[in-house]
């Protein structure tokens, strides 16, 4: 008994030692996208929340509500993603909030396909890897509506807008290569698009003082209330609990975490003198994984991208078979009845389908097309 509690005095102290100095060090910079109103990281939202009542005078609401949740009466509905997807009745419920008066903001660094079919717009997206190398970007000039210019990393303002048709769009900011950030009427209410959210983030409004620009977008929006839905970005968020504060501050997590361990560690050294050895039983190896890593190395020094995508088409008809008992035809009957067994869109099933066979009719394929092959199939998983 003198032992273990001798044991528990060295653990706790171990603890608290843990504890201090890890409240004391000095945190890393976090730059995860997150366009979170709590976060103060580059590239969290925070500032634009802090903000709000200067940008916003009829109010600023935060939710995780989906555009079939929302009610858009003369309201402005403000939405901030790296990837926004609208699609079925979120579509359906965007013109519903349009006829209604509502009007959208919607800053994405890339839009669905269903949706800029709908809108009928078109856009160029590069992906950046946003961290400290951003200071070392190269920068680009956006030019707003009253032409007045402003300067951010080229990886921040790279993406923009393609629109055959700009009669019907009003430009309110451009870079050299398209427009960034346009507007129009439709119905009763106004769409705005923006095709880089990230200068509305923590990082994009003290960049340069440029909040002035920030603002003159958003100053776009008609006065009414404001409802800021994170939902498109990061979901409803973690399930309501009574440990969810604990587990979102990081010195009380690891708290948590540690006690659970040395309760843990206490009991099994406690009961090795209570009970016999119990024999150890390994479970059976999966080596799928390690397989699939080894085939994929191989066929990556290899560079037979034929091979692996015919892998990859071969698995993939096989799981249609096991999982939607459908048998695989090249016709509309099929990819109308497969559309609607993996409520995947019609329109891309067919672009998948018609992928397939082009793999299948060329000796060989570039490292892109197999990547487009690997993202259109993704998705029905």
Do not use: C
């Amino acid at each position: 008994m003198k032992k273990d509690r001798i044991f528990i005095y060295v653990f706790i102290g171990l603890f608290i030692a843990y504890v201090i100095l890890d409240f004391m060090a000095p945190k890393p910079i976090n730059w995860t996208v997150t366009y979170n109103v709590n976060d103060k990281n580059p590239f969290g939202a925070y500032i634009l929340n802090e903000r709000s009542t200067d940008l916003f005078e009829k109010g600023f609401e935060l939710s995780r509500l989906t555009l079939s949740e929302l009610s858009g009466a003369n309201e402005n509905i403000l939405i901030l993603a790296d990837q926004v997807s609208i699609n079925g009745t979120d579509l359906d419920n965007l013109w519903s909030i349009l006829e209604e008066g509502g009007n959208l903001f919607i800053a994405a660094a890339s839009f669905n396909e269903k949706l800029k079919d709908t809108l009928e717009f078109d856009s160029h997206f590069e992906y950046h890897f946003l961290n400290q190398s951003i200071f070392e970007a190269p920068e680009t000039t956006i030019t707003l509506f009253d032409s007045s210019e402003y300067t951010y990393p080229s990886s921040l303002v790279s993406n923009y807008f393609e629109i055959e048709d700009m009669e019907e769009w009003e430009v309110l900011a451009s870079i050299t290569e398209g427009p960034i950030a346009v507007t129009k009427e439709v119905k009763a209410g106004r769409l705005t698009l923006v095709s880089t959210p990230g200068i509305f983030t923590n990082f994009g409004l003290l960049f340069n003082n440029n909040y002035q620009a920030s603002a003159a977008l958003l100053s776009q929006l008609p006065t009414a209330n404001v409802n800021y839905t994170m939902f498109y970005h990061s979901g409803k968020g973690e399930p309501e609990t009574p440990l969810r504060y604990f587990l979102g501050v990081e010195p009380l997590r690891w708290s948590l975490y540690l006690g659970l361990f040395l309760i843990v560690l206490f009991l099994v050294i406690s009961s090795r003198r209570k009970q016999r050895a119990i024999p150890v039983i390994l479970p059976p190896q999966n080596t799928t994984i390690e397989y699939v890593k080894t085939l994929g190395a191989l066929f990556y020094r290899e560079r037979n991208h034929k091979n692996a995508a015919m892998k990859l088409v071969n698995h993939f008809l096989m799981q249609i078979k096991e999982k939607y008992y459908v048998r695989v035809e090249f016709t509309e009957k099929f990819y109308q009845l497969f559309s609607y067994k993996s409520n995947v869109d019609r329109e891309h099933v067919i672009k998948t389908f018609e992928l397939i066979q082009v793999v299948k009719s060329q000796p060989q394929i570039e490292e892109k097309v197999l990547i487009d092959l690997s993202r259109k199939i993704e998705l029905f998983k």
